[in-house]
């Protein structure tokens, strides 16, 4: 979704062959890193996400191997005929997600900022894609923004099957009241920056007000909720509260074109 979105904001007019070829490509780079996320995670799965298809044996360790070759390799030889740009961009986020699932999300903070970073590349990538690149950066930071709030409060509603499994993540080294000090200053810099866009005249005065009405009081009310309490329900809450706040926007994105 992210991809397509930059796609058609950043001057993409019509679904055309290369578009389609792209958007194919990332669904296979997302879709390899999943895989080897979830062979990585198998013992954290177990008791976090029982019901995923490894824990669950829908799958054997073999099998999803299997799946990771044949979709990273697809997807490497989709971006080469593409563009040289597509190429490189798509070989970054398939080690960079294989770094991420090895080490880096077991780091404290690292695969928080990771995840930030590998969405900012997917609307960077969609804005190659379309052929117009001026616009996509601010866009991308929030976007990378929104995502590293979600994933420092997932990191805290798994704290027990990441503890388990040796992870390192920031909640567990940290505590939980410093993660929700994070929580907040990222949501400031969140607030801050997604006004960016309208006063450096990338949108109109829709996207402002979408941001203004809708995404900011909801994530602050997400904040409030929060700080409130940290039991698995509430986590739960914001966590699916924060998945609607990025759904926000991108239609405040799109309101603003």
Known sequence: MTVSLSYFLSGGLEITLEFSAGILAAFLTTASGNIFNDIMDLEIDRINSPLRPLPARIFTVRQAFLFFYIFTISALLLAYFISI???LIVIFTQLT?????FKLKRLPFSGNLTIGLLTGTAFIYGAVLGGETEHAFIPAVVAGLANVLREVVK???????????GARTFPIVYGVNIALLVVI????LFIFTSALPFFMGYYNINYLLV??????PFLIFSLKQLVNSTEATSLRSVSRNLKIIMLMGIVALYAGR
């Open 97 to 101: 997600l294989v770094a991420y699932s």
């Open 211 to 216: 941001v203004f009405l809708l995404v900011h």
């Open 85 to 87: 740009t597509v190429f």
């Open 185 to 188: 200053n990222i949501s400031s």
């Open 155 to 165: 990191d805290i509603q798994d704290i027990e099957g990441d503890r388990k499994g």
